[in-house]
């Protein structure tokens, strides 16, 4: 069953940007890794090679960027895109990754699906 988002008159010509998409996901800034996931799809939107380099440059960045360690980032990334993959509608999900997904992405996945859909403002 769907979920069913009300968007007001307002909201309808506002810009979809990273922190708007995860939200749409169904998870919130309280998740330690929301703020490193709206930073690195950022990122990869910019330059879509960094996803090729997800552990050796983006983790290590975004560590960095927030003071913390590479393995925290990487960590706190997959609990997001746990937390997404247990939403019950994963109709936005499936639509983002352009076929009907049967398990949870891989944080490069997840990253990249992002990015690119954002990139192409669909």
Same mark, same amino acid.
């Given at each position: 069953?769907?979920?069913?988002? /009300?968007?007001?008159? #307002?909201?309808?010509?506002?810009? #979809?940007?990273? +922190? ?9 800034? =309280? ?10 799809? +950022? @990122?990869?939107?910019?330059?879509? +090679? /960094?996803? #090729?380099?997800?552990? =050796?440059?983006?983790?290590? @960045? ?11 980032? +990487? ?42 859909? #954002?990139?192409?403002?669909?």
């Amino acid at each position: 069953m769907p979920l069913v988002y /009300y968007v007001s008159e #307002l909201e309808k010509n506002v810009t #979809l940007d990273a +922190e708007r998409l995860l939200r749409l996901l169904g998870v919130s800034g =309280k998740l330690s890794g929301f703020y490193f996931a709206v930073y690195m799809l +950022e @990122q990869v939107q910019e330059k879509p +090679e /960094y996803v #090729l380099l997800i552990t =050796k440059r983006l983790y290590k @960045q975004t560590a960095q960027q927030f003071h913390t360690a590479s393995g925290c980032v +990487e960590r706190n990334l997959r609990t997001l895109v746990q937390a997404c993959w247990r939403q019950p509608d994963h109709s936005l999900l499936d639509h983002i990754a352009g076929c009907p997904l049967s398990q949870p992405p891989t944080n490069s996945q997840f990253i990249d699906m992002l990015a690119a859909y #954002l990139r192409n403002g669909t």
